[in-house]
């Protein structure tokens, strides 16, 4: 079964500092999809980012992106010039074809003035 | 604006009174789930359905019931509501189960069951 992890609960930067939330995951899949979702204090869930496993380039959206790493299971997230409207829970997510999306327990994100 | 419309965004109850959040979405996506959310536990899905007529159960279903009579609709019920049942609970679409798109979630309900 498929898992995803992410390792730390809670993080606090300053604003418009650079910032990396990890998530690494499991499977025997070689094709799938993985995704970084924003939860802001509104609840609302947002797709920040998403990556393919067969495509090679990292992700870019704006001031997120990621590193995907294949072989080391990894998908961390980057935030450059943070501000403070980063801040949420961010939830690491996986699927394949056929199959159900899986969240990691998610990472608090603080951005301090 | 394609969305997933979620009610009602809180809700308090009392242990034992049926209950039912109602989610719409307005995109004809054929595949809807429910998640809950609770600290330290990220998403867990309570059930999906892939089509009309075709529901099926998710990681943790007990306690919930669903039902998908139109493609745009996709209730959740609580029978007999319990207090571990306290939750934050969102609705999801997408074309498919496994979408390289993600999912497009509703706003989500925050449940109280004293």
């Known amino acids: 079964a498929q898992t995803v992890t992410q390792s730390q609960p809670e993080m606090s930067v300053q604003e418009a500092e650079t910032v990396t939330l990890s998530c690494t995951y499991d499977?025997?899949?070689?094709?799938?999809?993985l995704f970084w979702y924003k939860q802001p204090p509104s609840r609302q869930m947002i797709l920040v980012i998403r990556?393919?496993?067969?495509?090679?380039q990292n992700a870019t959206e704006n001031r997120f992106s990621v590193n995907f790493q294949k072989a080391a299971k990894s998908f961390s997230l980057k935030i450059s010039d943070s501000q403070l409207g980063d801040t949420a829970m961010y939830f690491c997510a996986f699927t394949k074809r056929d199959d159900k999306i899986i969240f990691g327990k998610g990472t608090r994100l603080h951005i301090l003035p | 604006e394609a969305q997933v419309t979620q009610n009602p965004r809180y809700l308090i109850t009392v242990t034992g009174k049926k209950l039912t959040v109602t989610c719409s979405q307005n995109?004809?996506?054929?595949?809807m789930s429910w998640y809950r959310q609770d600290p330290g536990l990220g998403l867990r899905q309570i059930y999906y359905?892939?089509?009309?007529?075709?529901?099926d159960k998710g990681d943790v279903p007990e306690g919930y019931k669903v039902s998908r009579k139109e493609k745009r609709n996709f209730p959740l019920i609580l029978e007999s509501p319990s207090p571990n049942q306290t939750s934050l609970y969102f609705c999801?679409?997408?074309?498919?189960?496994?979408?390289?798109?993600?999912?497009?979630f509703g706003s989500g309900t925050r449940l109280t069951v004293v």
């Open positions: 999801a679409s997408s074309t498919h189960r496994g979408s390289n798109y993600g999912y497009t």
């Open positions: 499977t025997s899949e070689s094709n799938y999809y």
């Open positions: 990556q393919e496993a067969y495509k090679q």
């Open positions: 995109m004809n996506h054929e595949y």
């Open positions: 359905s892939m089509n009309v007529e075709v529901t």
